[in-house]
């Protein structure tokens, strides 16, 4: 009789056991992993060419202020010219409008561009070889790149080309929209003027010289590269970067408020700070005053 109890309670654990497997198997899925939604999301991106340019001669341009541009990452190539009949400007005419007035090249999105959005769509760019040494820091040795430009580019599907061809005059860059990446291959300038939104970051790449470069208020990363500038001044806006390990400097200016984190003080002759009180600028991770390793603007 023992046997009867013991071979229902068998019974009925091997019953349960195959219920909770059953419910198990029929309980709705938690949520997917983030990486998985992300990757998901990507796939569902509808793809959009930015590859319909334009070329423009821009005879006469000085100056180049984008605003209000397509919501994207952007990546802006410049080089020089000594011949104005090769100054030109390539860029998606179906996405961005750009506007020569009175020597200023202005750049604004068309009714097309306004409605990018990266997160649904997928911005197609057929990567030519050139694009590629740009992204892999130009000429820059092998040896430097660690160096010279730690971040590294790769092809994506969110970027948008510019190309620019300018004259040595070319004297100023401005753009009051986030998310960009200036080039300068080789540029040959008399004196320039740099000024940014958030999240943009300027290349010196190869054999850059500048007489005068003025940087105000780009508080993203600055790449000097091996370039040689005789005069260059930066505005300062809360923390600084540079990559300046290999740039020949002549004088460095640094004005504004804030702390530069890194600074190679071989790279420059003289280095000068102008502030409006004592302790504006400092230096390195401890904040050290600026002023304890340069010398007050203006005095000889």
């Known amino acids: 009789m023992k046997k009867v109890p013991l071979l229902l309670g068998i019974i009925y654990l091997a019953v349960l056991w195959g219920g909770l497997v059953v419910i198990g198997f029929n309980l709705p899925d938690g949520e997917p992993p983030l990486e998985y939604q992300w990757e998901q999301e990507r796939a569902a991106r509808k793809p959009i060419n930015v590859d319909h340019f334009a070329i423009e001669r821009i005879n006469g341009a000085k100056e180049l202020w984008l605003r209000d541009m397509p919501n994207a990452s952007y990546e802006v190539i410049v080089t020089t010219t000594n011949d104005p009949r090769k100054c030109c400007i390539k860029y998606p005419k179906d996405l961005i409008q750009i506007t020569l007035n009175d020597g200023v090249l202005y750049g604004n999105a068309t009714p097309k561009g306004e409605k990018i959005d990266t997160e649904k769509q997928k911005l197609i760019h057929n990567y030519s070889d050139f694009d590629k040494r740009v992204l892999n820091q130009w000429d820059t040795p092998d040896s430097l790149k660690e160096e010279l430009a730690p971040m590294k580019h790769d092809a994506d599907d969110y970027t948008i080309f510019i190309y620019m061809t300018v004259m040595k005059d070319f004297s100023a860059i401005r753009t009051d929209s986030p998310g960009f990446t200036f080039n300068l291959l080789d540029v040959n300038f008399t004196d320039l003027y740099f000024t940014a939104a958030y999240n943009t970051f300027l290349h010196l790449y190869g054999n850059t010289k500048i007489d ?53 003080r071989k790279s420059y002759k003289v280095i000068e700070v102008q502030e409006k009180k004592p302790g504006d600028i400092n230096y390195g991770h401890d904040s050290i005053p600026m002023i304890n390793i340069a010398k007050p603007y203006g005095k000889k």
């Open 212 to 264: 005068q470069l003025w940087v105000a208020w780009v508080d993203y990363l600055l790449n000097f590269g091996r370039a040689k500038i005789k005069n260059l001044r930066i505005d300062i806006d809360e923390e600084q970067n540079f990559i300046d390990k290999h740039c020949k400097v002549d004088t460095l200016l640094l004005t504004g408020k804030g702390n530069v984190s890194y600074l190679t």
